[in-house]
């Protein structure tokens, strides 16, 4: 059914660094600009050093950081920079809350914004606040991480944890969670703000639907639950809500079996009409792959020459008989989960 194959076998844990992304950028797709923050930030009748020195008054067993704001006043876009007044490194969840509950009591008339900020990942200013508040998600430990091995299995973590941390903790029991981002340096609180896209979410969903349970901490500082049997409407409003309804502290989130195994595929196409066919296909078959994604690539760098290294001797063609110079190609890449038993008919399986 393909016009070229390119198999290459391999054992590995489903983490991966993928370089081209086109699906997932469509999350970020929102116009920033009609809400982002005034040129200067007014504090009407509050100022900056009577602000900072009524945060140096809280109780918390985390810090603030005030002179040294610059590292979190970037992202990856590497577009927008705003210069927080302050940084809260959080130890605890009540750190957060009281934090929030401080700021809820100034009033509007602060104007003092709070953001949480994860790995910074985000590419339009996301994760910025100027002249407010940015809360470091990372500093979050709490709660340590613990893997539920009962049925259904899930693991709780912190709403700063990394999800590479969450799958060498899971792994562990043998699990991992259902649904993934392709690259994995990224928050769990920051990518269930967004949706969570990968190759698995045809299947499962994106991340923000493999999630039984949140703790959030609200608008005004409260600590909350929820889930779909409670606070719904926040559950679902904080889940894909771009940090707009709250700060996610804790998540549940849904977890299964890890393959032992995986058989990963790519396949070039030059033609669109085929490439979408043939991925309309394999995601609407029951007996297809567990991982499916599609990849428009251009060739500007040399990229797809690199390929053609990681494609071992046996493939039937080689990516360097691929002509496509400045021309854009289009990339499925498959995945199938495997257990040792199965290894010797991973090849024979075919798909209708
Ligand atoms: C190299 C790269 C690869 C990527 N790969 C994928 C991918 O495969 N699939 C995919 O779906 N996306 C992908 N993304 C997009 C990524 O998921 C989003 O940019 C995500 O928001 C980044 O997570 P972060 O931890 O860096 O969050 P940040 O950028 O720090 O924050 C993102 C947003 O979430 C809010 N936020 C952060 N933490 C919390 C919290 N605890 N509670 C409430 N709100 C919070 C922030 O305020 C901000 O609005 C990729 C991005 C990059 C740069
Ligand atoms: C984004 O919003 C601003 C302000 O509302 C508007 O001027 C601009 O044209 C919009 N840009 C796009 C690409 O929609
Ligand atoms: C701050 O200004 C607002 C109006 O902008 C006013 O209503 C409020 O009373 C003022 N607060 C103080 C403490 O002066
Ligand atoms: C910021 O302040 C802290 C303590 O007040 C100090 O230890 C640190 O060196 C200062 N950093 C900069 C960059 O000034
Ligand atoms: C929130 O959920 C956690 C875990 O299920 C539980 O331990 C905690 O008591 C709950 N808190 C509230 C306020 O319901
Ligand atoms: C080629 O691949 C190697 C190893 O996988 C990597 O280090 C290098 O950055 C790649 N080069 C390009 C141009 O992608
Ligand atoms: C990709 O482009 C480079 C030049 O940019 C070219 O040398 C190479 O042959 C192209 N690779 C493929 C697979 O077409």
Redesign the pocket.
Known sequence: MYSTNFLRETARVVQRVVLVLLLNLTCHNINRSSYLPNATPVFSNLSTPDIESSLITLNLQGHFIFNDTHHVANDFGNIYHFLPMAILLPKTVSDISTTIKHVFDMGPNSELTVTARGHGHSLQGQSQSHGGIVIRMESLKQPKMHVHTGEPPYV?VSGGELWINVLHETLKEGLAPKSWTDYLHLTVGGTLSNAGVSGQAFRHGPQIDNVH?L?IVTGKGE???CSEDQNADLFYGVLGGLGQFGIITRARIALEPAPKMVKWIRVLYSDFYSFTKDQEQLISSDTSFDYIEGFVIKNRTGLINNWSSTFSPRDPIQASQFRSEGKTLYCLEMAMYLNREDSNTMNQVSIS
Request: proline share 0%; hydrophobic share 35%.
């Open positions: 709780d349970q703790e600590i909350v639950n």
